[in-house]
Antibody, heavy 120, light 114 residues
Framework: QAQLQESGPGLVKPSQTLSLTCTVS??????????LNWIRQPAGKGLEWIGR???????GYDPSLKSRVTISLDTSKNQVSLRLNSVTAADTAMYYC????????????WGKGTPVTVSS | DIVMTQSPDSLAVSLGERATINCKSS????????????LTWYQQKPGQPPKLLIY???TRASGVPDRFSGSGSGTDFTLTISSLQAEDVAVYYC??????????FGQGTKLELK
C-alpha cells in the first residue's frame, strides 16, 4: 500500500513562495499508474483542489490558482513538489497530497497533511 | 464553474438510526466514455485527512462497512448510513471529477449524534 508524506516550512511570510514536498513510499511515481494531487483545507473549512501531476509531467491546475502554482516531480527521489508564489494570509491552510489511481476521479490515498501559516 | 452543494450543512442522528446526506452538482458528473458517475464521498474526522468511502457514486472503497452506501445519477446523489455508529461522527464531503476544472468538493456536512 502506497503512503504519502507531506513536508515543508510551517511558516511563510506574505508575498513569498510556499514550497512543499510530497514523498511517496510503497509505490513508484515512475510507474505512471497514478496522478498525485495537492489539496488544501483552511482550518474549520472545506477542501480545495490545487492541482495534480502525472509521471509524464502532465499537469493540471485549478483555474483560480493557476497563475501562482507550479507542481513538479523528482522521480529519482519519488517526490512531488508544490510551489505557490505571492502568498497571502488566505493561503494559510493544511496542505495534503493525495493519489488518484489513473484518472479514476477519486483520491484513494492521502497524506496526513502539513500545516502552513502565512504570517509576518 | 461546477458547484457541488451538499444538504444539510449539519445533521444530528441517534445511534442505530439512518443518516442521509445529499449532494447536487451544477452539471452532470456522468463520464460518457465509460458510463461512470465521477462522484465520490469522503469521511473526515477531526485531525485526520479525508478517507475515501464511496467512488463512482455507489462503489464502496476497500474496508468500508456495508452500512455506508451511495446512490444517485446525473446531478443528484445521496450518501446513506443505514445504522449510525458512534465512530461515524465526522464531516462528509462529496466531490466530482471532470477534465476541467477536475476536482470540485462540496462544502461538507457535519454529522453528529443526537
Amino acid at each position: 500500500q502506497a503512503q504519502l508524506q507531506e513536508s515543508g516550512p510551517g511558516l511563510v511570510k506574505p508575498s513569498q513562495t510556499l514550497s512543499l514536498t510530497c514523498t511517496v513510499s510503497g509505490d513508484s511515481i515512475s510507474s505512471g499508474s497514478f496522478y498525485l494531487n495537492w489539496i488544501r483545507q483552511p482550518a474549520g473549512k472545506g477542501l480545495e483542489w490545487i492541482g495534480r501531476i502525472h509521471a509524464s509531467g502532465r499537469t493540471g491546475y485549478d483555474p483560480s490558482l493557476k497563475s501562482r502554482v507550479t507542481i513538479s516531480l523528482d522521480t529519482s527521489k519519488n517526490q512531488v513538489s508544490l510551489r505557490l508564489n505571492s502568498v497571502t494570509a488566505a493561503d494559510t491552510a493544511m496542505y495534503y497530497c493525495a493519489r488518484d489511481p489513473m484518472v479514476a476521479g477519486y483520491l484513494d490515498i492521502w497524506g496526513k497533511g502539513t500545516p502552513v501559516t502565512v504570517s509576518s | 464553474d461546477i458547484v457541488m452543494t451538499q444538504s444539510p450543512d449539519s445533521l444530528a442522528v441517534s445511534l442505530g438510526e439512518r443518516a442521509t446526506i445529499n449532494c447536487k452538482s451544477s452539471q452532470s458528473v456522468l463520464d460518457s466514455s465509460d458510463n461512470k458517475h465521477r462522484l465520490t464521498w469522503y469521511q473526515q474526522k477531526p485531525g485526520q485527512p479525508p478517507k475515501l468511502l464511496i467512488y463512482w457514486a455507489s462503489t464502496r472503497a476497500s474496508g468500508v462497512p456495508d452500512r455506508f452506501s451511495g446512490s444517485g445519477s446525473g446531478t443528484d446523489f445521496t450518501l446513506t448510513i443505514s445504522s449510525l455508529q458512534a465512530e461515524d461522527v465526522a464531516v462528509y464531503y462529496c466531490q466530482q471529477y471532470r477534465p476541467t476544472p477536475m476536482y470540485t468538493f462540496g462544502q461538507g456536512t457535519k454529522l453528529e449524534l443526537k
